[in-house]
């Protein structure tokens, strides 16, 4: 898969899953199966904001020309989706979340598994195959 459609995969799950965080937390939650109340609901709309500042990182590095700043990018969303899915793993054999929590861990770890990937391959340019 090539970075700029990592890239613009990522952003529209960030998009999708941060909208639906910020303006349906109880819905959210309830999907996940996480006992709802305004501090989880708080809690999921300051989560949901954060994944718009990875959707928009993401959208636009797919235009990024620097190899360093896109290299950043990718080091940054490798380590973030490998501990997402630690933590989403854990989450779901803790019960934490009911079995929606699998999805969780299969967006994170494929996202992980694509970046690292690419940095492995140190495959910067947006647009390479």
């Known amino acids: 898969m090539n970075l700029r459609l990592l890239l613009t995969i990522n952003a529209f799950l960030a998009t999708a ?11 959210m939650l309830a999907f996940y199966q996480i006992a709802g109340g305004s501090g989880a609901e708080f809690m999921g709309q300051l989560f ?9 990182v993401t959208w636009k590095a797919r ?3 620097s190899l360093g700043a ?3 990018v990718v080091l940054a969303n490798l380590v973030a989706d ?5 933590l ?9 979340v009911g ?3 699998w999805l969780a861990v299969a967006i994170y770890g494929l996202l992980a598994l694509a ?4 940095y492995l391959k140190k495959n910067y340019a947006a647009t390479a195959a």
Not at 17 to 22: E, K, Q, V
Not at 115 to 118: I, K, N, P, T
């Open 17 to 27: 899953h941060g909208l639906g965080f910020i303006l349906l937390p109880s819905q």
């Open 48 to 56: 949901g904001a954060e994944l718009l500042v990875v959707a928009i």
């Open 63 to 65: 235009d990024f020309v």
């Open 70 to 72: 896109l290299a950043a």
């Open 82 to 86: 490998a501990v997402g899915t630690v």
């Open 88 to 96: 989403s793993v854990r989450a779901v054999m803790a019960g934490t």
């Open 99 to 101: 079995a929606f929590g």
């Open 115 to 118: 970046y690292l990937a690419v």
